[in-house]
């Protein structure tokens, strides 16, 4: 049971609600973690624009997906986990690579990812190395680690909410 309930447009503060309204347009459904974060409208708005800046980051769709899923894992959120299960696999991920990008194991940005979150930013120099050797230059490596902020912000929302899960979607 939810412990931060989920509001519905009507529910949302004024402020909130255009965003909340494109977030449903653009997905077909509002999921449940926006309607929980739109409780807080420099929440929502704030989280908003750094995904949105970070959309046009040096990474790829499906790089952002294994950063969230190396995340998410480590950080315990079944509803993250859950949702990028499902975005990653709409960004191509197989089912194994969606296993191995949790466990940190697919590639080095994966690896990079969990290795911040578990360690809280306190990233060994042999992660790093390897992460340069890869070819992962410093812009895309603080651009992992901006993603993991993102995440991190979602995954703890939602494990103190205990967002109910609402992925897949029903529409999809």
Known sequence: MSRITALTLDQAPAATRPA???????????????????????ALNGYLALAQALGRDGLTAVEREVVALATSEVNGCDYCVAA?????????LSADEVLAARAGTLNAV?????????????????????????????????????????????????NVARTEVDFPPRTA
């Open 84 to 92: 990028h299960r499902y975005f990653g696999g709409k960004a191509g």
């Open 20 to 42: 909340l309204q494109n977030i449903e347009k653009g997905l077909g459904f509002l999921p449940n973690t926006f309607a929980t974060l739109a409780h807080s409208p420099a």
């Open 110 to 158: 994966a690896k990079l990812a969990r290795s911040v979150t578990l360690q809280r930013g306190l990233v060994p120099d042999e992660v790093l190395t390897e992460a340069r050797d890869a070819g992962l230059d410093d812009g895309r490596i603080v651009d992992v680690i901006a993603q993991v902020t993102l995440l991190t912000l979602t995954n703890y929302l939602n």
